[in-house]
């Protein structure tokens, strides 16, 4: 079932990657507090998209490990005040909150650089490969992936006018998407693999995630997502479901799941956990 192999692949990043954060300091700790909770569905499918390949988990298990170091990167620093200003983040309360801003930015430093650590190991294969994955994870990262659509999110809370849906969409492309794509595409890349019907399912998949995300800022409690919700309201910023209403973004994302599944076509039978994927991101409460 898709719910236990999503918490086991969870498990097995965590497990790697908390094995890799070196020390008993105060760092080291705040680095394991941040890679705590979460679904791992970034982990989960680099490891699928490797067994989908062939792909033994001896070789897997750093690159999983190592988006899930990213992932959280990026959430302690875009909950940090100069930022999104957030309290709490799974629940608990964010790296910036528990211990102070330097520690916050500190710990995020690490995380991005352990990433690459995790994906430049003999374990993951050959040179070429473990060029190819540190290669993408830059560029899913940075000023062309997340950190670029971090950059266009700030810019649009002082813009004049609210986004548009095209722009929102490529907002959206960079600032969730840029990473599952990269996690999505890893099996292949380990393999040798042709990434392109995994870049257009997890292109789906990507932006149907965040419009859950938006329909979550609506319709959930902050017990269920433990963190705040109804900020993008509250501060007046477009999306998803600002401009296409709460059943409109609904239908987009179901059809996004649609071309999630049909990118798959090739596998078959193969892909039905990341199908499974596909359907659990916009049914989901948190």
């Known amino acids: 079932m898709f719910p236990d192999t999503l918490r086991a692949d969870a498990a097995l990043a965590k497990a790697h990657l908390h094995s890799a954060i070196v020390g008993q300091d105060q760092l080291a700790e705040a680095m394991r507090y941040a890679t705590n909770g979460g679904k791992g569905l970034r982990a989960f499918l680099v490891c699928e998209s490797a067994r989908l390949h062939g792909v033994g988990q001896e070789r897997y298990v750093g690159p999983a490990a190592a988006i899930e170091a990213m992932h959280a990167y990026s959430l302690v620093h875009d909950d940090m005040p100069c930022m999104d200003d957030d309290d709490l983040r799974r629940g608990q309360p964010t790296v910036h909150r528990k211990w102070d801003d330097a520690t916050a930015v500190l710990v995020g430093d690490a995380l991005q650089a352990l990433a690459f650590e995790l994906v430049s190991h003999p374990s993951c294969g050959s040179a070429k490969v473990r060029t190819d994955l540190a290669l993408n994870l830059a560029r899913a990262a940075g000023a062309q992936g997340m950190v670029r659509g971090q950059a266009l999110d700030m810019a649009a809370e002082t813009a004049a006018d609210p986004l548009t849906l095209e722009e929102i969409t490529i907002l959206q492309a960079g600032k969730t998407g840029a ?13 040798g693999a042709d990434t392109a019907p995994l870049r257009a399912y997890a292109q789906a ?6 419009i859950a995300d938006d329909l979550l800022d609506v319709e ?8 705040a919700t109804g900020k993008d309201a509250m501060a007046g910023k477009a999306t998803f479901v600002s401009l296409l209403g709460v059943d409109g973004a609904k239908r987009r994302a179901a059809a996004l799941v649609e071309s999630a599944e049909d990118a798959l076509a090739e596998y078959g039978e193969g892909a039905h956990s990341l199908r499974e994927a596909a359907r659990f991101v916009i049914s989901r409460d948190s």
């Open 179 to 191: 990473l599952i794509e990269w996690s999505a595409m890893a099996g292949a890349v380990l393999a």
């Open 205 to 210: 998949l990507g932006l149907a995630f965040q």
């Open 220 to 227: 959930a409690t902050m017990e269920q997502t433990g963190k």
